[in-house]
Every structure is written in structure tokens, then in C-alpha cells.
């Protein structure tokens, strides 16, 4: 099969000693961005975007990838430890993690933890080498209208599966396409929506927007609720990880499920968040030993785990083969590409295959080298939240801005920030979703140029979404999607009728304990 | 603060930020031009999505509008305080003196007033993250940061 022989070259460019250490340098700066409250994987990424302007596509990647995954490990850790996730991904990991660090098997949660998210890593890498080039070969059928409709899934799938307000998902992607079409238009050339404002002018940038909203607003919330780190320490002993592993194979239907769920959420945006609660939920409700969940047992970290970095991984695929992102963080890769100058899409594979496999390569390897660091360096990392938060809390805002301001050295860029965070706050509090916001913005200008160009074709009638047989079903599919709230509430309300102690609350694990279904 | 007055205030700004979408991009026109769609078509429209949605918020929060939730208590109220209007002075600061020495002065101010940390240990921490960030940044990234009178007295620019 080509697609081995393609991934075996890509072997070769992702080894080399330069390439291993920025995995390791990556890793290391993930796993601390992941276990800092405030700075998760898809600002840390944002943040190191800007000092990778100047290296190569493929090592820029590679650190940026590399970064990802320490991060989601990252977050676990925290989770586990202190009872403080990280990262949003990870929150579903502390409902059986810190009981059972609570219970003195700190170290065995953590390499339970570490191994099923890289098992689930390991699956979604797998599905990637052996999907990319079909689904690459696919999307080259593509014209205007399929990619508008694409996107249109891509949208939709954020309101039918991401299980927050259907309404509020709406605004907060509605806002983030308007942030993309601020600034220069790109087919007419004229500047919009401006409002007189010369700041305006260069646009908003997504990058800013994502410091602000996940960094700034998330710092906000976390200082809300009053920062205290009961840490619960753990050395991991080799012993420890031996007996994990040895009692791996015992969760093996926990791993699948976990999986297969990961990657479906992953290449459907719905995202790694997404992906942990559900795995969660499904998990608590149809395994064995349903009843013991949140008292510390195994298989209530396994399954977020391994769905969580089953999704982050199995994001990729569409970013590379569609340019289409599966999650916040791969949408401010897909944003990296651009600025690089590579061409998000099919057209990758066959312009760049040393940099699509070379990437694909090093998320075998560089999940090896983050499962091997993070389990020595747990306890280093752990004590970085016993420094006292009035010092790591305004390092990490200095951080924050100074990113900001290096994307564009623009001074108005930090007002943004500000804004923004005020925005991520308020948006986080009143569960309003922010990785669809983020996806729209980086994708706005993409979907209107294909929605306009759409039009031209067609001379205005939007008919033209139906005008085969693969634009109508992707066209279908997001209308689908998108009313899915509305049809999954009226055939609950029937079934309600029937029985009136129905029992469903299927929907509340999907995205998370606080959201409300209208 | 109730979580019913945060959600309408939410969603009137939301409300606000839809109809100047629609407004702004009534400008560049919103119909059918010789070569295709005008320019402000797209940004009208998700304006329209945006503004009706937000009405459809308001609507729901209102139908909730007894339920008596609290969205932030005067405990986290005066956290949030304490945290983010130091975040503004630190902008401020950074606008006007440079990253570098709002950095220092930053951290220094929010260990000594929030953390109670001894002077000293409050400015040799302070130095030493203003130069860790000016070695990584200026020397070693060759990234320039916003620069202030101290810096140009120094000879940087």
C-alpha cells in the first residue's frame, strides 16, 4: 500500500535529532502550559505560533504538534493530582482521577491515565495513515459549492453535537464568522465593517482572539473560584507502571468504546471536550461496573482519556485533507499553515507529502517520547502548582499579552485581549461554547470566498448546493445536524408522553454537567 | 449580580454586536452586483443570524428569569477585581513604558499587595523574569517587544 511506503519516508524526515528535539522541547512546554490554570493547548499553541514564523513548515509543526500533546497530558495530570483540570478536555478525567488519588493510587491513576491516552492517540494516528489519502483523494472531487457545504457541515455539527445551547452556539459562531469578514474583503478588495475605526482596517486577528478568550478569560474563572492546590503527591514508581499496564488489557472495551468515540467527535468537530464527557457518560452507563463511577474506579479515567486524545489526534485528518479543523486547537494549526504559506487541503498531499507524512510520522513518535516524559517528569511539573499563585498567575498574563503583541506588533491588539477576555469570561460562565467562535473565525474568509464563488457559478441561486450528488448530501447532512436539537427535543417530548418517568438525560453527557437543553 | 441580569446583559451585547453587523455591512451593499454577491451580502446575513439568535437568548433567559441563580457572589466579585484591574494597569503601563518594565513593576506590585511577599524577594523575582524575557524575546527569538523610554536610554530600539 502506498500509504505505508508514504508514512516510512515520512519516518525518515521526522527522525532526525533536530526534529526529536523539538518533540521533546514541545512536549515539555505542553505538558506546562497544560498544567498552568489559564493556558491550555489552543492558546499554548497560539502563543508559540508567532517564534515559529521563521522555521521550516515541517519542524514548525512538529513543535506545534508535539506541544498538543503535551498539553493534553498535561492537563490529566492536574486533574488527577489536584482535582483541577487543566484543560476543558480533562475536567471528565477528575470525576474518578482524584478520588483515586485520594485513595493513595495516585501513581496508578496517572499511568492509567498516560497509557489509555496513548492508546487512544495510538488509534487516532492509525486511522489518520490510513484514511488520509483516500479522504485527500475524495476532497479533490471538490468544488466551490461542496466546500461551502463542508463548512456548512463543519458549523452545523457544532450545534447538533456539541452539546451546548443551540442558540448560543449560533451567536458565538455568528460573531466569530463577523471578527473573520472585519478588514479587507478579499474578492472585492473594498474594507468592511470598519466603522470608521483605523485599527480595524488589518482585521482581527484569531490568534489575538484566542489569547484573550482562552488565556485571559480562563484565568478569570479559575481566580473566581479561588485557587487552592490540595496536591496529593505522587513519585511513580517503576512498579506502579507495571502493574498499569499488566491491568490494561483487562479495560479492553472501555479502550475501544473510548476510541471509536474519540475519533468519530475528532473528524466530526465536536472536539476532544466533547468527546471525554461522552466517552464518560456512555461509559458510566453500559459498563459493568457503571456503579462505582466517581469513587475512583479505572474505568472512569480510561474512558475520557482515551476518547480525549483519540479526538485531538484523529483532528488532524480533516484539518490535513479537508482544511477543515476538528477542534480549536487544530484550527489554530490550519491557521499556522496559512501563515507558513502552505495550502490547507487535498492539494497538500501532493504539493508537500514530506510535510503532511513527516507530520504523520512524528505523531507516532512524538506520542512515544510525551508518554515517556510526562511519566518522569510528574512530579517536577506537580510542583510548579505549589508556587504561590500570586507569582505563576501574573507571569502567566505578562505571557499572555506578550504573545498577543507578537503576532502582528500591534499596540491595539492588547485592548483586544482585554476584550476578548472579558468576552471568554462571560461567554465560559453563561456556557456559551468558544471553540466554535475560534473555527470561524479561522475558516470565515474560506467559507464566504467558497460561498460567493458558489454564487457566481451559479448566477445567485443557492440551488446549486443541491446541484449533485455530493454537494446535496453534505448539504443535507449539516441541515440534518443543525435541526438535530429541535428533532432530538420533540422526540423526547414524545417519548416523555408515554412514559411519564422517562429517564432520558442522554444529551446532558455530551457536553458537559452544566448545560441547560431549552 | 443574578445569573438572569447577566444573561440579558450578555445577550443584549450580543444583540448590539448583531445589528451593527447588519448595519455596518449595509454599506458595502447586500445584493446582486455584476460579478456576484456584493460584499457586505455574507457579513448581512450572519448579522441577521447573529441578531435573531440573540433575541431568541433573551427570550430563554427570560422564561428562566425566577429561578434565582446567583453569577457571581461579592466574594468573587472582589477576586476577579483584584485580579483583573492590575491586568489593566499592567496594559497601561505596557503601552506607555515598554513590556519589560511593566513586567517588572507588575509582578512586583501584585506579589508585595496580593501575595505579601518581602520586597526584596518581590524585585529579584520581578528582574529576573524582565530579563529572562528580554533574552528569549530580543536576543534569542530576535523578536522585538514594545519598548519604552528606559529601553531607548539603554541604546535599544
Known sequence: MGNFESLWHGFSVALTTYHVLLMITGVLLGILVGVLPGLGAPNGVTLLLPLTFGMNPVAAIILLTSMYWGALFGGSTTSILFNIPGEPSSVATTFDGYPMARQGKAAHALTLAFLSAAFGALVGVILITLLSTWAANFALRFGSPEYFAVYFLAFASFVGLGGAAPLKTLVSMGLGLAFAAVGMDTISGSLRLTFGLDTLVSGISFLVAVIGLFGIGELLISMEEGLRFDGIKARISPRAVFEAIRSMPRHWVALLRGSSIGCWMGITPGGPTAASFMSYG???????????????????IISPETADHAAGTSAMLPMLALGVPGSATSAVMLGGLMIWGLNPGPTLFTDRPDFVWGLIASMYIANIVAVVLVLSTVPIFASILRVPFAIIGPMIVVVCFIGAYTVSASQPDLLLVVLF?????????????????????????????????????????????????????????????????????TWRRARNGKRPMGAVENRGSNGGERQEVA | MTRFAAEVATALVTLALGLAIVVGAREYGTGWAAGGPEPGTFPFYVGLLVTAASAGNLLLAWRKRHAGIVFVNAVQLRRIAAFGLPILGFVALALTLGFYVATAIYLAAVMRFQGGFRWSACIAVALCTSAFFFLVLEVWFRVPLLKGPLEAILGYR
Do not use: H
Not at chain 1, 448566477?459 to 446541484?467: H, R, V
Open chain 1, 282 to 300: 456512555l461509559a458510566r452507563r453500559f459498563s459493568k461496573r457503571g456503579k462505582n463511577f466517581g469513587n475512583g474506579e479505572p474505568e472512569g
Open chain 1, 421 to 489: 477576555g472579558i468576552m471568554g469570561y462571560a461567554f465560559k460562565k453563561l456556557d456559551y461554547p468558544i471553540a466554535p467562535m475560534v473555527l470561524a473565525m479561522v475558516l470565515g474568509d474560506k467559507a464566504e470566498d467558497a460561498f460567493r464563488q458558489s454564487m457566481i457559478m451559479s448566477k445567485g441561486s443557492l440551488a446549486i448546493f443541491w446541484s449533485n450528488g455530493l454537494a446535496a448530501t453534505l448539504t443535507a447532512l449539516g441541515l440534518l445536524l443543525l435541526c438535530w436539537p429541535a428533532i432530538a427535543a
